[in-house]
T-cell receptor, first 119, second 110 residues
Framework: GAVVSQHPSRVICKSGTSVKIECRSL??????MFWYRQFPKKSLMLMAT?????????EQGVEKDKFLINHASLTLSTLTVTSAHPEDSSFYIC???????????????FGPGTRLTVL | EDQVTQSPEALRLQEGESSSLNCSYT??????LFWYRQDPGKGPEFLFT???AGEEKEKERLKATLTKKESFLHITAPKPEDSATYLC???????????FGQGTELSVKP
């Protein structure tokens, strides 16, 4: 149980185009999902917290107009990188939290990641 | 400031050579400490959650322990397939997100 999928796994795009990445919780409902970015040999950097039915909360330094997040349902969150540039090339990973609200279970389960390359 | 520090950054072991990875934390109130395994080019894989000091959990060759200041991930008689980066993360009171350590890159040679 607690499987999270991401699509696509790998994408190459031209500079100036937009790219959408989907994150789905396959066997549980997730009111909260998270989007991370990871650079080579580095740990995960939280970009934003996505809550179903409300606006995402972005971490300091993350441009919300560039990284659009939509959490349309309890099993789907999307990250759109708008007007992508080569410096946006990275490994993007989503996670979904098993518990919500006052739940004592706070495990996050991660997707397999999406490798974005912007030419 | 809430902080999570993992050591060592890298660890090279021979197959069968047991060792421990450390995760120390300074947070205002711990709600949970999580261990993940990450293989290159993949997302982190959930291993354990620890909620209170004194708690221990085991899975195959791995055992995680927790004190009020740190957690250890003990690896007994490791095999080459245990090679990966091990990430520690903390969920603290008043925060809805995880704070990750920098990870320990484990390499087990046959």
């Amino acid at each position: 149980g607690a499987v999270v999928s991401q699509h696509p796994s790998r994408v190459i795009c031209k500079s100036g185009t937009s790219v959408k990445i989907e994150c789905r919780s396959l066997d549980f409902q997730a009111t909260t999902m998270f989007w991370y970015r990871q650079f080579p040999k580095k740990s995960l950097m939280l970009m934003a917290t996505s809550n179903e039915g409300s606006k995402a909360t972005y971490e300091q330094g993350v441009e919300k107009d560039k990284f659009l997040i939509n959490h349309a349902s309890l099993t789907l969150s999307t990250l759109t990188v708008t007007s992508a540039h080569p410096e946006d090339s990275s490994f993007y990973i989503c996670s979904a939290r098993l518990g919500g609200g006052l739940s004592s279970y706070n495990e996050q389960f991660f997707g397999p990641g999406t490798r974005l390359t912007v030419l | 400031e809430d902080q999570v520090t993992q050591s060592p950054e890298a660890l090279r072991l021979q197959e069968g050579e047991s060792s421990s990875l450390n995760c120390s934390y300074t947070v205002s109130g711990l709600r949970g400490l999580f261990w993940y395994r990450q293989d290159p080019g993949k997302g982190p894989e959930f291993l354990f959650t620890l909620y209170s000091a004194g708690e221990e959990k085991e899975k195959e060759r791995l055992k995680a322990t927790l004190t009020k200041k740190e957690s250890f991930l003990h690896i007994t008689a490791p095999k080459p397939e245990d090679s990966a980066t091990y990430l520690c993360a903390v969920h603290f009171v008043g925060g809805g997100k995880l704070i990750f350590g920098q990870g320990t890159e484990l390499s087990v040679k046959p």
